[in-house]
C-alpha cells in the first residue's frame, strides 16, 4: 500500500486498496474474510450456484437472512462455477490481481480442482492464500469433515466447560469456528507484513483442531505439571480464588478477587472482616483448597441482598464484579453502545439490520456506524469483470 501524507488520506481503512477473493463459506472463513472487510479491503465473495448454504439459515428478516447477513456484510457476491473451464479461468484472472485467497474447503477439492499452490503462486507469486480446515492440510485426520461441535469435543475444550457429573456442555458460542477464523486473520496480516519485506506470497494453513488446543490456556501447563487430567469447575477459576459467579437474592454476580489485597476488600465490602482472619482463607493457595467452604460463606452473605445492591458496593471497594447479563442485557449495556459495537447493515430506508461491530478501533481510523449489506448472489458480476477487465 502507498504512503499517505494529509489528514484526508489517514482516515482510509487500514487495509484500504487490498483485494481479497473469498472462496469461504458458513463460519470459521467467512468470520476472517469479514474482519477483513471491515478493515477496508475489498472482499469479493465466489459462490456456487446455490450459494453460501448460511444463505438458508435463519432467523430471517423481510427474506433476509440475518445469519448470512451477520458474517457476509461488506462483500460483493459472484457466482462461479469452478468445474467449467470458462468460470475457472474467470477466477484464476482475479486470482492474478488479488492479493489474498482465502478458502474452507477440506483438503484436496482445491487440487481437484486444478486449483494447486504451485498454479497459483505461478499466476500470483505475491498472493497470500489461507486454508482453513478442521484438522489441517496434514496429518491422518486432514480429509476427515469437521463442524464446530465436532472440534469442541475432540479438543478438549467440552471436557472444562460446564460442572462435573453433569452432561457435556457445549461452549455458547462456535468457538471453535471463530477462533479459527481469528487465527486466520492473524496469519493473513503477519503474511502481509513479510510480503512488504520479501515481495512474495505464502500459503498459510489452519486447522480447527490446532485452535482449539492453542486456547487451552493453563490447562496444557496444569496437566503437565500435576500430571492430572484437569476437571470441569463450573464458573469457577483453576488457579485463583474467589473467582467465580456467587448466588445473590435475585441474581448470580461475577467476583474476581484475584489476589490477597482484593479479597481484603472484598470481605471489607460485605462487612464480614472475620472472613477475611480465618486462617484456611489467609492465601491464595488456602482459599483454593477450601473453595467450596468460601463460596458457601460468600452466598450464605450474598443472599441477604439483591444483585444490583452487591454490585455497587463491591465495585466501590476496588474489586471486579458484574451482574450476570443475558445477550439483551449486554446488547443495551451503555459501555458497548459508547464503544459502537452494535452497528445497523443498511440493505435500504426501510430495511435495517443490527450486528456486532468491529472491535478493533484506530486512532486515525473513523469507526462508522453502519455496515454495507451483505450481497445477493452474482449482484456483483458486472462490476467485478468490469473492474478486473475480464470477458465472459
Excluded at 452494535?342 to 435495517?352: A, G, L, Q
Aim: with cysteine; glycine share 6%.
Amino acid at each position: 500500500m502507498a504512503k499517505t501524507n494529509s489528514k484526508k488520506n489517514n482516515l482510509i481503512a487500514p487495509l484500504k486498496g487490498l483485494t481479497v477473493i473469498d472462496l469461504t463459506r458458513v463460519l470459521a472463513g467467512p468470520y476472517s474474510t469479514m474482519q477483513l472487510a471491515d478493515l477496508g479491503a475489498r472482499v469479493i465473495k465466489v459462490e456456487s450456484i446455490n450459494g453460501d448454504d448460511s444463505r438458508q439459515f435463519g432467523p430471517f428478516y423481510k427474506n433476509i437472512s440475518t445469519y448470512f447477513t451477520s458474517l457476509n456484510r461488506g462483500k460483493e457476491s459472484i457466482h462461479l462455477n469452478l468445474k467449467e473451464k470458462q468460470d475457472l479461468n474467470i477466477f484464476l484472472k482475479l486470482i492474478k490481481n488479488a492479493d489474498i485467497l482465502v478458502e474452507n474447503f477440506r483438503p484436496g477439492t482445491m487440487e481437484k480442482l486444478g486449483l494447486k499452490k504451485r498454479k497459483l503462486f505461478g499466476i500470483n507469486p505475491r498472493l497470500i492464500y489461507a486454508s482453513c480446515s478442521g484438522f489441517g492440510q496434514t496429518g491422518k485426520l486432514s480429509t476427515k469433515p469437521a463442524y464446530d461441535l465436532i472440534v469442541q469435543a475432540l479438543g478438549g475444550i467440552m471436557s472444562l466447560t460446564g460442572y462435573e457429573n453433569q452432561d457435556p456442555v457445549r461452549v455458547g458460542t462456535s468457538i471453535g469456528d471463530i477462533t479459527a477464523g481469528l487465527f486466520t486473520t492473524i496469519g493473513i496480516q503477519s503474511a502481509l507484513i513479510k510480503r512488504n519485506i520479501t515481495n512474495k506470497g505464502c500459503h498459510i494453513d489452519i486447522s480447527m483442531l490446532d485452535c482449539q488446543v492453542a486456547i487451552l490456556e493453563n490447562a496444557v501447563s496444569r496437566y503437565f505439571c500435576d500430571k492430572k487430567v484437569p476437571k470441569k469447575l463450573g464458573s469457577r477459576h483453576p488457579s485463583i480464588a474467589p473467582f467465580e459467579c456467587f448466588k445473590c437474592k435475585d441474581n448470580y454476580i461475577a467476583i474476581a478477587a484475584g489476589n490477597n489485597i482484593l479479597f481484603k476488600k472484598l470481605c471489607l465490602a460485605l462487612s464480614n472482616k472475620n472472613l477475611q482472619e480465618l486462617s484456611i482463607f489467609k492465601t491464595n493457595d488456602l482459599r483454593l483448597k477450601n473453595v467450596v467452604k468460601l463460596k458457601e460463606m460468600l452466598e450464605k452473605i450474598l443472599m441477604k441482598k439483591k444483585s444490583e445492591y452487591w454490585v455497587k458496593k463491591i465495585s466501590a471497594h476496588g474489586v471486579p464484579v458484574s451482574k450476570l447479563n443475558n445477550i439483551k442485557e449486554i446488547l443495551g449495556h451503555p459501555q458497548i453502545l459508547d464503544r459502537n459495537m452494535i452497528v445497523d447493515v443498511k440493505f435500504n430506508k426501510n430495511t435495517k439490520i443490527k450486528v456486532s461491530g468491529n472491535p478493533i478501533k484506530f486512532s486515525n481510523f473513523k469507526d462508522a456506524r453502519y455496515r454495507k449489506p451483505a450481497p445477493s448472489l452474482d449482484q456483483d458480476r458486472k462490476k467485478i469483470l468490469n473492474d478486473f477487465k475480464i470477458k465472459e
